[in-house]
């Protein structure tokens, strides 16, 4: 059987660190060439509606003004306030405004907390619309997954892991797999299990644990952009205490106790140390963000895959791929370069090891009811999980060193193989 891994390869922009005059250059992993070649469709789920705001030109666009906090959101379809220009934008005359994206998480890293790496459009948005925001269909689609995700999966567990808690996880995955033409994924059915960082199902935090921050966006985009590639595959949602380094660690490690096979992290800080034993489980796929362009942790370490964006458009009916300017390449000071990793430029562990979509104005859709309903989300906080269902489509022999396997197998990505 040919890995799915392996096809995405060839439809995904690796990064990987190049030295080179005034900094580092996100370059392509060894060998990946080509970019997607899948035909593009008309999603299939949600109103039709056309999404202005993402030009869909290969040209780099002007990065979209980021705030922070967690303003109200009108529901989808209301009307809202025009997005204001970046800073130092000439007010007159002026092009149309570029949509305003917060950080999911409103508090930035800091000595021993992580912040979560997705960005969320500032104005509610219909889901899904003939460009971005990407639905699952598309995504699939993208990524060569289509037939993978009907076929394969099943009793596979998915682990998301996040901090604070998310009460209506469950009620939201439920909007999104039918608006996605998936199959329902319930606790009663055993699809979905959402537990603490102890790994039991009570008591969960409270969404408001820290009055100034709040995950479930961020929680939300993790568990429906896993269900997007792997319908089939069961998920566990952990709810950490805090965003601090201990209580999400733990969280992995209570993952890795019942019995998750693949795990999405899609957070990070300023690394500190060369390794934690929460992030290196021989046998699991344990994946992370890149984050904006610095070495992360855990992105960093060496057992987990480290995942970079990528700005993913749909042209001519084709899927085409580049690298996102934001989406995470840089060297490591602290991780010693793991004897598989080839890249050139980075006397350390280079990051990172994959890329899928991230840009934000090329972004997913999601759906999360405390934030406003279908909203459009991006940065490497989507890339992780997308990455780790892809890995959870694949037998247990790619999955056992992930990072290793990917630098080692991604020369020459085979076409899709059967189920």
């Given at each position: 059987m040919r890995a799915v891994i392996l096809s995405a390869l060839a439809a995904v922009v690796a990064l990987s660190c190049v030295a080179c005059n005034g900094g580092m250059q996100q370059t392509a992993l060894p060998g990946v060439e080509s970019q997607p070649g899948a035909q593009a469709p008309a999603s299939s789920a949600g109103p039709e509606t056309s999404d202005t705001s993402s030009d869909g030109s290969d040209d780099q666009p002007d990065e979209p003004p980021v705030t922070s906090g967690r303003p109200a959101m009108s529901r989808p379809g209301a009307s809202t306030p025009r997005a204001s220009a970046p800073a130092g934008h000439s007010p007159s005359p002026r092009p149309p405004a570029r949509p305003a994206f917060r950080n999911a998480c409103a508090h930035a890293a800091s000595p021993g907390r992580r912040q979560c790496d997705s960005l969320v459009r500032l104005q509610a948005h219909r889901p899904c619309s003939k460009s971005?925001?990407?639905?699952?269909?598309?995504?699939?689609?993208?990524?060569?997954?289509?037939?993978?995700?009907?076929?394969?999966?099943?009793?596979?567990?998915?682990?998301?892991?996040?901090?604070?808690?998310?009460?209506?996880?469950?009620?939201?995955?439920?909007?999104?797999?039918?608006?996605?033409?998936?199959?329902?994924?319930?606790a009663g059915s055993g699809c979905l299990k959402i537990v603490n960082q102890t790994g039991h199902t009570s008591p969960l935090p409270k969404p408001n644990a820290d009055a100034s921050d709040d995950w479930r966006a961020e929680e939300a985009v993790d568990v429906q952009m896993v269900s997007a590639l792997c319908p089939n595959c069961r998920l566990l949602l952990v709810q950490a205490n805090s965003d601090k380094d201990?209580?999400?660690?733990?969280?992995?490690?209570?993952?890795?106790?019942?019995?998750?096979?693949?795990?999405?992290?899609?957070?990070?800080?300023?690394?500190?140390?060369?390794?934690?034993?929460?992030?290196?489980?021989?046998?699991?796929?344990?994946?992370?963000?890149?984050?904006?362009?610095?070495?992360?942790?855990?992105?960093?370490?060496?057992?987990?895959?480290?995942?970079?964006?990528?700005?993913?458009?749909?042209a001519s009916g084709r899927w085409?791929?580049?690298?996102?300017?934001?989406?995470?390449s840089a060297c490591s000071a602290?991780?010693?370069?793991?004897?598989?990793?080839?890249?050139?430029?980075?006397?350390?562990?280079?990051?990172?090891?994959?890329?899928?979509?991230?840009?934000?104005?090329?972004?997913?859709?999601?759906?999360?009811?405390?934030?406003?309903?279908?909203?459009?989300?991006?940065?490497?906080?989507v890339s992780a999980p997308i990455v780790a269902a892809l890995f959870a489509l694949e037998p247990s022999s790619v999955r056992a060193n992930a990072p290793a396997w990917l630098w080692r197998h991604g020369r020459k990505p085979p076409k899709l193989g059967g189920s």
């Open positions: 971005a925001p990407y639905c699952a269909s598309d995504l699939q689609s993208a990524y060569g997954a289509a037939q993978a995700a009907r076929n394969r999966g099943r009793g596979v567990l998915v682990a998301i892991v996040g901090a604070y808690g998310y009460p209506s996880a469950a009620s939201d995955l439920a909007v999104y797999r039918k608006s996605m033409g998936l199959s329902a994924c319930t201990a209580d999400l660690a733990a969280g992995v490690n209570a993952a890795v106790a019942l019995g998750a096979t693949a795990i999405s992290n899609s957070y990070g800080s300023d690394e500190t140390n060369a390794a934690d034993a929460a992030y290196a489980h021989a046998g699991r796929t344990i994946t992370a963000s890149a984050g904006d362009g610095t070495a992360n942790q855990p992105c960093s370490f060496a057992g987990v895959v480290c995942v970079g964006g990528t700005t993913l458009n749909a085409t791929e580049r690298a996102w300017r934001s989406g995470g602290y991780v010693a370069k793991p004897s598989w990793q080839r890249a050139r430029g980075c006397a350390m562990r280079s990051v990172a090891d994959v890329s899928a979509v991230g840009d934000p104005s090329t972004g997913v859709a999601f759906y999360e009811s405390a934030g406003g309903g279908w909203q459009q989300a991006g940065g490497t906080g």
